[in-house]
């Protein structure tokens, strides 16, 4: 709970109000997906293979990878988060 | 300087689509008789835009003669009785989305920009031929949605849509049938949450109000009421004509904990420009 919410108290319940919204902000985010025709496995696919690409680059820390698409605006963005240990030699 | 062509649509059927059409239509030509203003009912087969402006008795051709060459569109044309610089191009009733194709909408549209100023085009339900039909020609889209959730999922659709297009189509939200004391306790989404979840810049919001039903019974839409003032409907959607034209109109207040619309409201550049 934060500063606010100590200050006014324990959450009320929630709302018929939020939940529709929640609800439809998640229903969305599939129907927006479902539309560019990319399947969650595709998305695992992907994210192998670009690894494999990274992975001649430098050397990347494989436990600690995460990619998602994230909802930017109207638009769905595919961001990848791979921390790398050290540049490869060429 | 031809024409401007704004496109009504929601993906979900009765939301407001032809009140918004007619209520805005009437709205605009009240407000400056030198701008001419045409509407296009695209419902072919289920025509409702000539009763919502009380023009049903004066119809003779219809959109579909227009494009099969049956008549000239001046002849299909009704006009307003009330507003001389406002004009009807009514759907046929007895045939059905397919008469008519987006390449006969762009002709059609390019000849009528030459007379007016504005095309106002009222969309069917759905995302199917009649749809396209209506979004062949259109600069602007005007995307009517109440705040429920099957409303706003068909918008978020029907956005997507219009973004695919090849030419940009600016979409603008209106949020109708607003019910101002269910958002305040909570039972309904708000103004805010819609826009939050469609992401498109708000043009304004129609809060639900019984007299456009006694609008509808009489054909005289609701924008045209003397006696509009406070926050009704009908105000609503002169303030929305107003906004098109450039003016600064600042959002309705519903209900004391409502003045974050009005900082959530995005200042519009004038959508319609006349020289
Ligand atoms: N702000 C409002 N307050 C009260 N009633 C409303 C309001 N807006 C629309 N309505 C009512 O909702 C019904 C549907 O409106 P309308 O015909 O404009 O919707 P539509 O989107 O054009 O429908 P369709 O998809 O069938 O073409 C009508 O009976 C109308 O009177
Ligand atoms: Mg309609």
Redesign the interface.
């Known amino acids: 709970m934060g500063l606010l919410g100590w200050l006014t108290g324990p959450p009320r319940d929630v ?4 939940e ?2 929640k ?3 998640l ?2 985010f599939h ?2 997906m479902e ?1 560019m025709e990319l399947p969650p496995d595709r998305l695992n696919a992907l994210r192998d293979e670009l690894l494999l690409v990274i992975a001649k680059y430098f050397e990347v820390d494989i436990g600690r990878t995460e990619c998602t698409l994230e909802q930017d ?2 638009e769905v963005a595919f961001v990848a988060n791979i921390p790398v240990k050290r540049l490869r030699g060429s | 300087m031809p024409g401007k062509t704004i496109l009504f649509t929601s993906g979900k059927g009765g939301v407001g689509k032809t009140t918004s059409t007619a209520n805005i239509g009437v709205a605009l030509a009240s407000q400056d008789p030198n701008i001419n203003v045409c509407m296009i009912d695209m419902d072919i087969g289920l025509r409702n835009l000539d009763i919502q402006l009380g023009l049903e008795n004066r119809i003779v051709y219809n959109i579909v003669d227009v494009v099969e060459g049956a008549c000239k569109a001046r002849q299909a044309l009704v006009k307003d009785k009330r507003l001389p610089n406002l004009a009807l191009l009514p759907a046929a009733q007895t045939r059905d989305k397919s008469a008519v194709s987006p390449e006969q909408m762009i002709t059609l549209i390019a000849e009528l920009r030459e007379m007016f100023d504005l095309i106002l085009i009222d969309s069917p339900a759905g995302i199917e031929q009649g749809f396209y039909n209506s979004v062949a020609a259109a600069d602007e889209a005007i995307i009517v949605s109440t705040p429920e ?1 099957s409303a ?2 068909d918008a ?2 029907v ?2 849509l219009l ?1 695919a297009q090849n030419r940009k189509i600016n979409c603008w939200l209106v949020i109708n049938r607003l019910r101002p004391a269910m ?1 305040q306790s ?5 103004v805010d ?1 819609v826009v ?5 810049k708000l043009l304004g919001v129609i809060p639900e109000d019984e007299r456009i039903i006694v609008s509808t019974n009489k054909g005289e839409p609701l924008a045209l009421a003397k006696s509009n003032k406070g926050n009704g409907a009908g105000q609503a959607y002169q303030n929305i004509a107003l906004r098109l034209t450039g003016v600064e109109v600042p959002l309705m207040v519903f209900g004391e904990n409502e003045n974050i619309f009005v900082k959530q409201f995005n200042k519009l550049k004038a959508l319609i420009k006349f020289s």
């Open positions: 709302t018929s109000r939020d529709a919204k609800r439809l902000q229903t969305i129907d927006r539309v605006e109207r | 959730m706003v999922r978020d659709r956005i997507g973004e958002v909570n039972d309904m989404m708000g949450d939050e979840i469609l992401n498109i």
